[in-house]
């Protein structure tokens, strides 16, 4: 009996080691530019957005979200008919669990509309530190 306890532990321990190196061999990179190309993919309109200085934020390292952040940039918008309408800003809330990436909702503002300063805050407060390239 006492062996098979301790048949049962060494096989525990042996499964708690592996996986704390598969948690911690994930590539942190590959995370980040899957997030950037999500973010990229979520915020797209076709033929209306082209995107300029998109800079990933790391600002959390947790036990249970491996990586942590926001996706920072401005956007050259332009109207369907190829006009330029203006600067917008972006910053989207990225978390990932070491596997799949969850990017929040954008949180987007048109610079100079009337409610663009609830937005300014907010952004600031995500974007902390970005330098436009």
């Known amino acids: 009996m006492k062996k098979i306890i301790c048949i049962v532990f060494v096989l525990m321990a042996v499964g708690l080691i592996g996986c704390y190196f598969y948690v911690n ?16 993919l979520e ?25 942590s952040g926001s ?5 050259d918008a332009k109207m369907p008919d190829g006009t330029y309408a203006g600067k917008i800003k972006v910053a989207v809330r990225v978390k990932s669990n070491g596997e799949n990436i ?9 610079i100079g509309l009337p409610d663009s300063y609830r937005y ?14």
Do not use: H
Not at 120 to 133: F, R, S, T, V
């Open 25 to 40: 061999s994930v590539d942190e990179q590959a995370l980040i530019d899957e997030a950037k190309n999500r973010v990229l």
């Open 43 to 67: 915020i797209t309109t076709p033929d209306r957005i082209e995107f300029s200085g998109l800079q990933f934020l790391p600002n959390d390292y947790a036990a249970d979200e491996k990586i």
């Open 71 to 75: 996706v920072c940039g401005f956007i």
């Open 102 to 110: 969850m990017a929040g909702r954008a949180l987007i503002a048109l």
């Open 120 to 133: 300014e805050a907010k952004w600031q407060e995500l974007c902390k530190g970005y330098e436009p390239e």
